[in-house]
């Protein structure tokens, strides 16, 4: 049986042992990890707010400034928040999403709140043509070497 010098063991457990540690590091990546953004109003407090009785002030008071205002009026606040869960290099992926809906009427008195989920939502379909572009496309080569003698030495 062939005996194993002591270097060679040396080197053999420094393998080993590089190959635990960067094993571990791997699976310390995989780890999933949990992102909560928007603005998620305390429950409690948005119990506490009436239709009828309520104004844009006390509800901005109470919940903070939304998220969004509908676009074309000023009577409809949006409260949005997201709760995702990255594994790895994967595309993270939606746990939870939540949308208050507040309505005021034209005096600014609370008239309405709605919440919404993630059942609500709708899964769309972007668009993937590209707009064209006018001009010459040159390569990398021919955008290089043009550029080469057109500079101007001022004195």
């Not at 919940?63 to 509908?70: E, M, R």
């Not at 919440?115 to 668009?127: F, M």
Request: aromatic fraction near 8%.
């Amino acid at each position: 049986m062939a005996k194993i010098s002591n270097s060679s063991s040396k080197a053999v457990r420094r393998l080993l042992m590089l190959g635990l540690v960067s094993g571990g590091l791997m699976l310390g990546a995989c780890e999933s990890r949990i992102d909560t953004r928007g603005n998620l109003p305390d429950p409690d407090l948005l119990a506490s707010i009436e239709p009828g009785e309520s104004s844009r002030n006390d509800v901005a008071l109470l919940l903070g400034s939304p998220s969004s205002v509908a676009m074309f009026e000023n009577e409809t606040w949006f409260y949005i928040s997201q709760r995702t869960e990255t594994f790895a290099f994967f595309e993270p992926e939606v746990q939870e999403r939540q949308v208050i809906i507040v309505q005021f009427d034209d005096t600014g008195v609370l008239k309405a709140v709605e919440t919404r989920g993630l059942d609500h939502a709708q899964a769309i379909q972007p668009v993937d043509r590209e707009t064209p572009t006018l001009g010459n496309e040159l390569t990398m080569f021919q955008q290089f070497f043009g550029n080469l003698g057109r500079f101007n030495n001022r004195n």
